[in-house]
């Protein structure tokens, strides 16, 4: 099995747990990642057509929470000699594809579309939303055009807080961007899969973006704060105004999937 088929996974424990979170979080997200750990993540592959001859597309289908299907489109550079970086960029269903979906592999980026379902407002751990999200990672890292460990997660719209679930559940991801609303449904959940996250985050003004970038990175500052006794923010998370989205997403990736920054992350289930 190749390093990283089922990329590492941890869920850091708030100690002392937090009162604001729900009950047996980490328990609960350990079970879900066991549950799944066995299901094959690898995507199917089918030629499909690309606007530009320099790009090659194909459309995606692997298996998401309990089996389910989940569908995708990728875009890669033609010609890619050694592996690139990724993005897996989440979208609500039904929005389709569009033109802005060439820009990132026009960049030199293997750019992953997932259209997840809506959110399960009954459900306070959303749990099939999230769970397909941390899938679209994981089946991107398998693509032998990618380097597994450059890989940015970009959520936008109704479903953008799930790019904050992956980066709550994987230490490992280059960075993070949240385009769209947190839902208050979702909220306790969501802030304690900031307070766990060592992801760079970009977020763009929304409701609920204050508390992300209040939350995020808090564990690993009391991480911090327990052996030099300072507490300050250790994980970059910055709130943008800026309205050239598609120069914004570019200099935010590339900057965070440089050869030079990236690590080789442990297995840690």
């Not at 990329?7 to 328990?27: H, Q």
């Not at 306070?124 to 890292?141: C, E, I, K, W």
């Not at 899969?193 to 808090?218: I, K, N």
Request: proline residues 8%; contains cysteine; aromatic residues 6%.
């Amino acid at each position: 099995m190749p390093e990283y088929d089922l990329p590492p996974v941890a869920v850091m424990p708030a100690g002392p747990p937090a009162t604001d979170e729900p009950a047996d979080f980490d328990l609960f997200w350990s079970r879900t990642l066991a549950e799944h750990r066995d299901l094959e993540v690898a995507p199917e592959l089918a030629a499909a057509s690309a606007r530009s001859r320099d790009l090659v597309a194909e459309t995606v289908t692997f298996a998401g929470f309990g089996g389910r299907p989940v569908a995708g489109r990728l875009l890669t550079p033609a010609g890619a000699g050694t592996p690139l970086p990724g993005v897996v960029e989440l979208r609500p269903a039904g929005r389709g594809a569009d033109r802005d979906l060439e820009w990132l592999a026009g960049g030199g980026f293997v750019h992953l579309v997932v259209e997840l379902p809506g959110d399960d407002l009954d459900d306070p751990y959303n749990r099939g939303v999230f769970t397909d999200a941390l899938r679209s990672v994981q089946a991107l890292r398998t693509v032998t055009s990618v380097d597994p460990s450059r890989v940015a997660v970009l959520g936008t719209g109704p479903v953008a807080a799930a790019a904050v679930a992956a980066a709550g559940l994987l230490p490992d991801l280059a960075c993070a961007m949240v385009e769209g609303d947190i839902p208050a449904a979702h909220k306790d959940s969501l802030v304690a899969f900031a307070r766990r996250a060592s992801t760079p985050l970009q977020l763009t003004q929304g409701a609920g973006a204050q508390v992300l970038l209040e939350e995020w990175g808090f564990n690993a500052a009391l991480a911090l704060a327990a052996m030099t006794g300072t507490v300050k923010r250790v994980v970059e998370c910055v709130l943008t105004e800026d309205e050239d989205v598609p120069g914004r997403r570019a200099r935010w990736i590339t900057a965070h999937t440089r050869l030079s920054d990236v690590f080789v992350p442990t297995v840690a289930y």
